[in-house]
């Protein structure tokens, strides 16, 4: 994978750290609420758990964007990373329900595909300080394209306790916990990896010096809002709850669902790709948009098809869309603030991901405990698109710094 040319170390390196979460990501996601399901949980007690999962990430991520220009990013990492460790343990530890809540409240435990813990934020600031503004977009396509593309290798690894249990005649239980404990080792090596940033060597890697919000905090809290709306909807739809729809509607196992959502991360993978180039041709937003629109149709389409292949048709369709906007807004945040306000503008417009989505899992789960047919594909779909022209309307005429210079 060529790798357009960057100011620090850090950007390459952050590659690295990005693969690891999103294949722990990709598999615990999975592995979830079959784990759940098996300790005798169900699915409006899957969805709490999520839920929570989701409101102590927003939260944190919440601290840190109030927090983290006083701090080293790299400081702010390896406690995040010692958080991850914890939590795989603890997942092991303990099997009761409320303590489980609680682990899953203050860990950064993720339920969904998409990258919605407090690491997040912290790496995109870096990444933005690490290159210059005309290869921002190329950078983040490809920090993304390997998130999505290792993600889908962590969902196809879901299906490993399937395998393991018959072969190595383990218990489906001690399979499933077999699988947290990846995750916390998995933990270890960010740890090692974090350490070789170079603020963690002693050389700072901001070239400006980190403030609070100021001058930016207008359009921050006009993109965070806007966020939480398309959050709120995606909440619906975690991968956590799509696995356990799936599996009540069609009948799909853990392995089945793992190869499902395997294919769509490598055709949301490749859309990274197209997003950069897109974005040079018709601008961030316009990317943002006219991708997003015509996925969340899909979306709204899956529960009324008839058959597995028409479902899953659907699905994999939207994925080859629904992706685009990933890198274009990342992209996008980090070009309009000021450089010293972006460790503060990334944390909380990232805190829609897991706080506003947070509400959202309870409310899903119980609907997938009232009906089979897929009502929260349907409630995501059309929040999703609300945001989509809510955005237009607002931004298009908000242009990052290479596009003010194109129209020159």
Same mark, same amino acid.
């Given at each position: 994978?060529?790798?357009?040319?960057?100011?620090?170390?850090?950007?390459?390196?952050?590659?690295?750290?990005?693969?690891?979460?999103?294949?722990?990501?990709?598999?615990?996601?999975?592995?979830?609420?079959?784990?759940?399901?098996?300790?005798?949980?169900d699915a409006f007690e899957v969805g709490l758990i999520a839920t929570a999962t989701l409101l102590g990430s927003g939260l944190l991520t919440l601290l840190t964007g109030l927090h983290a220009w006083r701090f080293r990013v790299s400081r702010l990492l390896a406690a995040a990373t010692w958080a991850m460790i914890a939590t795989g343990v603890l997942f092991v530890a303990t099997t009761a329900f409320w303590p489980l809540v609680l682990v899953a409240l203050v860990g950064p435990l993720n339920p969904s595909n998409g990258d919605v813990s407090v690491f997040s934020p912290l790496e995109q600031t870096v990444m933005a300080h690490a290159v210059a503004d005309t290869h921002r977009t190329s950078w983040f396509a490809r920090y993304n394209l390997v998130g999505s593309l290792v993600g889908a290798l962590g969902a196809l690894a879901a299906g490993l306790p399937s395998l393991l249990s018959p072969a190595f005649g383990l218990p489906t239980l001690a399979a499933l916990q077999a699988m947290f404990v990846l995750y916390a080792l998995i933990g270890v090596a960010l740890l090692v990896l974090y350490r070789g940033l170079a603020g963690a060597r002693?050389?700072?890697?901001?070239?400006?010096?980190?403030?609070?919000? &100021?001058? /930016?905090?207008?359009?921050?809290?006009? %993109?965070?809002?806007?966020?939480? *709306?398309? =959050?709120f909807g995606g909440g619906?739809?975690?991968?956590?709850?799509?696995?356990?729809?799936?599996?009540?509607?069609? &009948?799909? /196992?853990?392995?089945?669902?793992?190869? %499902?959502?395997?294919?769509?991360? *490598?055709? =949301?993978?490749?859309?990274?790709?197209?997003?950069?180039?897109?974005?040079?041709?018709?601008?961030?937003?316009?990317?943002?948009?006219?991708?997003?629109?015509?996925?969340?149709l899909l979306l709204i389409a899956v529960p009324f098809?008839?058959?597995t292949s028409l479902a899953?048709?659907?699905?994999?369709?939207r994925s080859a869309l629904s992706s685009m906007d990933v890198p274009t807004r990342t992209s996008y945040v980090m070009a309009v603030v000021a450089p010293g306000e972006r460790a503060s503008a990334a944390a909380i417009t990232s805190v829609p991901r897991s706080?506003?989505?947070?509400?959202?899992?309870?409310?899903?789960?119980?609907m997938l405990g009232l009906s089979a047919f897929g009502w929260p594909l349907v409630v995501a779909g059309g929040l999703k698109t609300l945001y989509d022209i809510l955005l237009l309307v607002m931004f298009q005429r908000v242009k990052p710094p290479e596009e003010r210079e194109k129209e020159r």
């Open positions: 994978m060529w790798l357009p040319p960057a100011r620090s170390p850090d950007a390459s390196l952050l590659l690295r750290t990005r693969g690891l979460r999103a294949f722990a990501d990709g598999f615990i996601s999975l592995v979830l609420p079959f784990y759940l399901t098996e300790l005798g949980y002693g050389r700072a890697h901001e070239p400006v010096v980190a403030t609070p919000l &100021g001058a /930016s905090r207008g359009i921050v809290y006009r %993109l965070a809002a806007l966020f939480s *709306l398309d =959050a619906f739809i975690v991968q956590s709850l799509l696995a356990l729809w799936l599996h009540q509607r069609f &009948g799909l /196992s853990e392995a089945e669902t793992g190869v %499902l959502f395997f294919v769509s991360g *490598l055709l =949301a993978a490749g859309s990274f790709l197209v997003a950069a180039p897109l974005a040079r041709r018709i601008g961030l937003v316009n990317t943002m948009v006219f991708t997003h629109l015509p996925s969340n098809m008839p058959t899953v048709a659907c699905l994999l369709a706080l506003a989505s947070a509400m959202s899992p309870a409310l899903s789960g119980w």
